[in-house]
């Protein structure tokens, strides 16, 4: 969604080639300045073809092989950075970027979503929801960037410097996008047909940052699993956690042992009632719930009548479980987290840690005392601002009504950010954009069994949302199921439903493949 002025186009007031220009080697970008920013390009550089194969990695230890390395075509390699400074206390900082622009452009261009705290530019290849192969691949233009400053994943202190914040909450993505757009139209000559912004947890959050603030940036947007609240979510997984504390064995200190509050069996015990109870909602007994939210199952009917054995827990089990699952609230009744959905990754001890097996409460946290849930819910509050908070701004009329589309999809065993609260927002959305159907425009994918952003145990965490958001912009074909894949479950494949419908199994053909399903609500 670009504004043609005359012969030129107008990227945020800074003017770049229009259709007709002549292209620009890679070399020669080395020296290319774009309008409107301090803009070094430190390298250009043509790379050829990467073959892919080999596996890419395990799904944890013990678990199947992870996809195949995705091959990378023939392309240009920019690196650069926007307005390097020296911040507080003498800290130098920069916007760090690069763009991938491949020799078979299909003239569109792909922001990557960042993760944690940014901290590093990585390589931009558009690997995530883009199915078998990475959107560089399939031939988009495609742009990375570290969001204003370096360090690892969990490194805040660039917080202390209120550009390099500012950066990291939104401006990075702006800068970085008009950068990036005008590198695309002097390569090749022609500025991009479509724009489009694909992201999970940090990038979900500023995949929804740029819905909310840059409606015009973008064509189609995808946020996964978005870290829009993190003081939030924090405080309830705080919450989750004190309560399997009180029921936890203690070490020789006296520390509790918070994984060890429910034993594997005990984990399993929940998760193995729970798909006995629901697993036949959708129409086939397969170790998939996809009608979770039809699923009134209660860890009460655990309960031991008698003695603990294999076959129930305790209630102060029960009672802890039903703390980490269920709704968190502040001492008037008002929700400050939801809780999370039953799901069968819900326990899994690979890669993430799923819900109820707990995350230790740092020694410096638990030495302040027991936790005052209404004291740090107004802490969290406080700091909604600074952490980016993007869960507050509902009204996309200009981002919809200018023709933008956007898909969320978040996995149902997530431990950091519930797919409830993704939910909850997208609800939202529905009411606050009326009277325009949000289906026009919106949809969202619930994966059950994948917990952050990919991966579980047992789940399809393999599906294009890259084609489906440009298929929904460029031809108006809106995503109705989305099929999905798994290297967990290998031969196997289901739909997506667009929340609120799920796969139903139509009563015939072969239950592992998405032909015999069908989207419900």
């Known amino acids: 969604m670009l504004r043609l002025v005359g012969c030129s186009l107008l990227l945020g007031g800074a003017t770049v080639p229009a259709l007709g220009a002549a292209p620009t080697a890679c070399a020669d970008l080395k020296n290319f300045k774009p309008a409107g920013y301090a803009v070094e390009i430190d390298r250009a550089e043509d790379l050829a073809a990467v073959a892919g194969g080999g596996p890419a990695g395990g799904a944890g230890a013990g678990g199947p092989p992870g996809p195949p390395r995705a091959a990378l075509p023939a392309h240009c390699r920019i690196d650069g950075t926007i307005d390097k400074r020296t911040g507080r206390n003498n800290k130098p900082y920069a916007i760090g970027f690069a763009v991938a622009l491949p020799k078979n452009w299909n003239g569109r261009f792909y922001f ?22 990475s959107a560089l691949a399939q031939g988009y233009a495609v742009a990375s960037t570290d969001s204003g400053h370096t360090g690892s994943d969990f490194d805040a202190s660039f917080f202390e410097d209120q550009e390099a914040a500012l950066n990291f909450l939104y401006q990075a993505i702006e800068k970085v996008t008009e ?8 390569h090749y000559g022609r500025t991009a047909e479509f724009s489009y912004f694909v992201g999970c947890s940090t990038g979900g959050r500023e995949a929804m940052i740029m819905s909310q603030r840059f409606p015009n940036f973008f064509d189609g947007i995808v946020a996964g699993a978005p870290a829009m609240r993190t003081g939030y979510s924090n405080l309830g997984l705080r919450i989750a956690t004190e309560a399997l504390n009180e029921v936890a064995p203690r070490d020789e200190q006296g520390r509790p042992q918070t994984n060890q509050a429910l034993s594997e069996s005990d984990r399993k015990l929940v998760v193995d009632r729970f798909v006995a109870a629901c697993d036949a909602l959708d129409g086939r007994q397969d170790g998939l719930v996809f009608a979770t939210r039809s699923c009134g199952f209660d860890p009460e009917v655990l309960t031991c009548t008698g003695g603990k054995n294999a076959e129930c827990l305790t209630a102060a089990q029960v009672k802890a479980v039903k703390v980490v699952m269920g709704e968190k609230k502040a001492s008037d009744g008002r929700q400050i987290y939801p809780g999370y959905l039953y799901d069968t990754g819900i326990a899994t001890t690979r890669d993430l840690a799923g819900v ?8 410096g946290a638990a030495a302040a005392g027991p936790l005052n849930v209404d004291a740090a819910a107004a802490r969290a509050n406080e700091a909604r601002a600074w952490v ?11 981002f919809h009504g200018g023709g933008g589309k956007l898909l969320f999809v978040h996995g149902v065993s997530d431990p950091w950010f519930s797919s409830l609260d993704t939910i909850q927002y997208y609800e939202r959305l529905a009411a606050d954009n009326a009277p325009t159907p949000l289906k026009d425009w919106s949809r969202l994918f619930l994966v059950p069994g994948m917990g952050h952003c990919s991966g579980g145990e047992r789940t399809l965490d393999r599906f294009n949302l890259v084609e489906a958001i440009s298929n929904w912009v460029e031809q108006d074909k809106a995503p109705e199921q989305i099929i999905a894949t798994g290297t967990s479950l290998p031969g196997e494949s289901r739909p997506l439903c667009p929340y609120p419908a799920h796969p ?18």
């Open 112 to 133: 990557q979503g960042g993760g944690g705290l940014n901290g590093a530019v990585s390589a931009p290849t558009g690997t995530q929801f883009a199915g078998d192969s």
């Open 179 to 186: 950068v990036g757009k005008q590198i695309v139209a002097k």
């Open 356 to 363: 109820l097996v707990g995350t230790p409460i740092p020694e």
């Open 388 to 398: 980016g908070d993007s869960n507050g701004w509902t009204n996309l009329s200009s």
């Open 504 to 521: 139903h199994y139509n009563g015939s053909g072969d239950a592992k493949s998405a032909a015999s399903y069908s989207c419900r609500e």
